[in-house]
T-cell receptor
Framework: NAGVTQTPKFRILKIGQSMTLQCAQD?????MYWYRQDPGMGLKLIYY???????DKGEVPNGYNVSRSTTEDFPLRLELAAPSQTSVYFC???????????FGQGTRLTVV | GDSVTQMEGPVTLSEEAFLTINCTYT??????LFWYVQYPGEGLQLLLK?????DKGSNKGFEATYRKETTSFHLEKGSVQVSDSAVYFC???????????FGTGTQLKVEL
């Protein structure tokens, strides 16, 4: 049971490039989340999904897009990367509202 | 809206000292409460949880009691170790709410 798996672990992007951060969970969880964590700061919610085909914006969605075509996968797309998107990105999932979330190991992204 | 307030860090303690990290919350309804721990370079891991008033969550020598009257969920440990050095996040989730709400995190440093 792998839990929540994020790929890649590290990535350096040039300004204006695009990339997709992958997130997969094998726990059949309905709810999935993307957070970013800036150095020395807490977590900010980017997007979340309550089930396949349903996504919604969090606190800081600008510059990002998501899709949820399957229960297992919740990729985060960065279009036109900017230095302000340098951060550590965490994916999380949980079975339903009110329960604890399980986190991936994170993707450390640097935009130069 | 829901919110979580944690004490500012860093908190620096000597090994075997007593630890308290304060957490208070504002929420509609009766939330579930969580403490997560983040070790350097890793994702967040659930440390303990409590789902109703007066519940005590405990794990690895840490404990926290859900106090509805003071809307608090303070984290305590009787004797910290160097290996407890990490960032600790308090969080809440309300039934009927799609999101987890996190505090800003408190860094703990334990020295010999």
């Amino acid at each position: 049971n792998a839990g929540v798996t994020q790929t890649p672990k590290f990535r350096i992007l040039k300004i204006g490039q695009s990339m997709t951060l992958q997130c997969a969970q094998d726990m059949n969880h309905n709810y999935m989340y993307w957070y970013r964590q800036d150095p020395g700061m807490g977590l900010k919610l980017i997007y979340y999904s309550v089930g396949a085909g349903i996504t919604d914006k969090g606190e800081v969605p600008n510059g990002y897009n998501v899709s949820r075509s399957t229960t297992e996968d919740f990729p985060l797309r960065l279009e036109l990367a900017a230095p302000s998107q340098t951060s550590v990105y965490f994916c999380a999932s949980r079975i339903r509202e009110g329960t604890e979330a399980f986190f991936g190991q994170g993707t450390r992204l640097t935009v130069v | 809206g829901d919110s979580v307030t944690q004490m500012e860090g860093p908190v620096t303690l000597s090994e075997e000292a007593f630890l308290t990290i304060n957490c208070t919350y504002t929420a509609t309804g009766y939330p579930s409460l969580f403490w997560y721990v983040q070790y350097p370079g890793e994702g967040l891991q659930l440390l303990l949880k409590a789902t109703k008033a007066d519940d005590k969550g405990s794990n690895k020598g840490f404990e926290a009691t859900y106090r509805k009257e003071t809307t608090s969920f303070h984290l305590e440990k009787g004797s910290v170790q160097v290996s407890d050095s990490a960032v600790y996040f308090c969080a809440l989730s309300t039934g009927g709410g799609n999101k987890l709400t996190f505090g800003t995190g408190t860094q703990l440093k334990v020295e010999l």
